[in-house]
């Protein structure tokens, strides 16, 4: 079943920075959408399998015998922007950062920032890039890259009197970045908040590329960009991000990502949700939710924040007020999330407090890495209710059936006196039993 098809039969339904503590959700009805998160979890994130496990002869593992099934690794990707890996403070800030990102993620978003990226001509920091794609594929951590195409600062050295020339560079630069990662990062940003391309900020500066977007149109900039995505990389994985979430991101910019035949040119159209000024809620989380579900095609929630402290004149600390109210919201924000079948991804941004973005206390954790409550609270979500961890006996012919979340599993078994394992994959759509040799 292919996931446009997924996603029309799981029956869910597809339809100044002040921070300000509200209620979570919005009365009866969002307490009501909470209350069937459960159901609704159960229903498009589990799957049932039936094993037939052999030892390592091949023969089907004796009736009776106890097994031990664990899962490894979720197919949702629960995920973080990776900026400050190994740049920290500290060498023990750096260890702590890395432990405790790879003990609850599973999906890591890289820097592409043109501007910072390649600061010179010809000089791209490839070998930072390849520092943590090397780092993420040892924690099994599925890895984007963010974002190709922005025009919200330009590189200093790009042409400042030829819009034509600034965009072929832009495009070039968007198929070389794709091709050179490719198997290695298969998931992309490819626009970036092209709906307010034209923002004063931009206009200061990145004049050239500003200027190039106003002359071709909004609609054929985001076309020509993923033309050029696609074209480097058939099979990645291209999306839309935007923070708008009002008709403009539809009208201006989706309506737009379509080719001759109508067909849309992105596979997965990204939502960002930075909540510094309050937390959305249930009811509005779900809302956005079925907003753009009816395009088809998975929603990622690109770039999330919800902060732990307010702020005032004395700076923006994180409160333990403040760090409950964040666990509070987190814990609302991933449910209702996890419990709409056209989520397949949510990213948290920033990690750590330690320079984080606006200065505000946005992260999963501390300055000094200790882990605040929202990560508490998500570790035992993702990790334990959200998490498959079960013992069976098998059956004839060595048997076993397991329902549980969608990913990576392990089974194990002690089978003559020897420890024996093997892997599986859950997913959706496997109806005959599957054939695991246990060594």
């Not at 690794?73 to 750096?94: P, V």
């Not at 920091?125 to 922005?150: Q, S, Y």
Request: proline share 5%; with cysteine.
């Amino acid at each position: 079943m292919n996931r446009r098809d997924f996603l029309k039969t799981t029956g869910v339904g597809l339809t100044t920075l002040a921070m300000t503590l509200p209620a979570m959700g919005q009365g009866d009805e969002a307490q009501d959408m909470l209350a069937g998160a459960d159901a609704r979890i159960d229903q498009c994130r589990k799957a049932q399998v039936t094993l037939r496990l052999t030892d390592p002869s091949g023969n089907p593992v004796k009736a009776s015998t106890p097994i031990r099934v664990e899962q490894t690794k979720h197919k949702f990707l629960f995920g973080c922007n990776i900026f400050k890996l190994n740049q920290c403070n500290t060498d023990a800030d750096n260890e702590a950062y890395a432990e405790r990102f790879s003990a609850l993620l599973n999906f890591a978003t890289l820097p592409f920032y043109w501007w910072n990226y390649e600061r010179n001509q010809g000089q791209p920091n490839d070998e930072r890039t390849r520092e943590i794609v090397k780092w993420c594929r040892a924690n099994r951590i599925t890895t984007k890259g963010h974002p190709l195409a922005w025009n919200y600062i330009q590189p200093p050295w790009l042409a400042k009197d030829d819009p034509g020339a600034a965009m072929r560079a832009q495009l070039k630069r968007i198929a070389r970045c794709v091709e050179t990662f490719a198997g290695d990062i298969d998931i992309w940003d490819v626009v970036n908040e092209a709906t307010h391309y034209d923002r004063p900020f931009s206009v200061e500066n990145a004049p050239t590329l500003t200027q190039a977007i106003t002359d071709m149109g909004v609609g054929d900039y985001v076309r020509q960009a993923f033309a050029a995505a696609r074209q480097a990389g058939p099979h990645a994985t291209l999306l839309i991000n935007d923070y708008r979430t009002d008709p403009a991101y539809e009208n201006k910019v989706i309506s737009k990502l379509v080719d001759s035949g109508g067909n849309a040119l992105y596979d997965v159209i990204g939502i960002q949700s930075h909540m510094h000024g309050g937390a959305w809620g249930a009811k509005r989380t779900w809302d956005v939710c079925d907003t753009y579900a009816k395009y088809g095609v998975p929603l990622h929630y690109t770039e999330t924040t919800v902060v732990s402290g307010p702020q005032n004149e004395t700076g923006w600390k994180t409160t333990a007020q403040g760090e409950a109210s964040q666990a509070q919201a987190v814990s609302e924000f991933y449910t209702t999330l996890f419990s709409h079948p056209a989520v397949e991804a949510v990213t948290w941004w920033d990690f750590t407090d330690q320079n984080a973005w606006q200065g505000a206390p946005a992260g999963l954790v501390r300055a000094d890495m200790s882990p605040k409550p929202a990560y508490d609270r998500l570790m035992d979500l993702v990790k334990n209710k959200w998490w498959t961890k079960t013992q069976c006996n098998t059956g004839l012919q060595g048997k076993i059936d397991v329902t549980g979340f969608l990913g990576d599993y392990r089974v194990s078994a002690a089978v003559n006196g020897r420890k024996l394992i093997g892997t599986f994959t859950l997913d959706r759509g496997v109806q005959d039993a599957i054939e695991l040799k246990l060594a």
